[in-house]
């Protein structure tokens, strides 16, 4: 099977069919995203327990790519320790900005490798990671909630 294919079919998948969408209410640390170039927006709630992300949910309205990156990436953080989780999310900028091929310990993720070719989707791939890290952060500071701008 053409890897290229697979990955074009997964981010379709999880376009077409988002995992995790909606709204923990409560929360233990929330976050928005907004991509301004491509108009992409995300909401993320999360639940952490004992240093792990029990449960994450996201909301938003963006181009397939966004929205595919925030449904995978749901998928793997879910039930990971937030340091397991940092590292996760350098690989995974290593892989949508560098020339890295992406690590196996990657695994779907490395769908979104091929947005690299494409500067101007590398912000749309990597709008939920950035939002992601800005309610971890944000968590030890208060319970309002965190707002990021790829700009
Ligand atoms: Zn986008």
Known sequence: MDLKDLYRDVILDHNKHPRNVGRLCPCD???????????DRLSLTLRIEAERI???????????????SASLMCEAVKGHSIDEVDALRT??????????????????????AGVREYPARVKCASLAWHTLQAALQHRAVDSSTATVSTE
């Not at 640390?29 to 108009?39: I, K, V, W």
């Not at 029990?54 to 595919?68: L, M, N, Q, W, Y």
């Open 91 to 112: 690989n995974v900028h290593r892989m949508l900005t560098g020339a890295e091929e992406p690590p196996p310990a990657i695994g779907k993720l490395a769908a979104l």
């Open 29 to 39: 640390t929330s976050a928005e995203g907004h991509n301004p170039l491509c108009g």
């Open 54 to 68: 029990a449960d994450i949910r996201f909301e938003g309205k963006g181009c397939a790519i966004s929205t595919a």
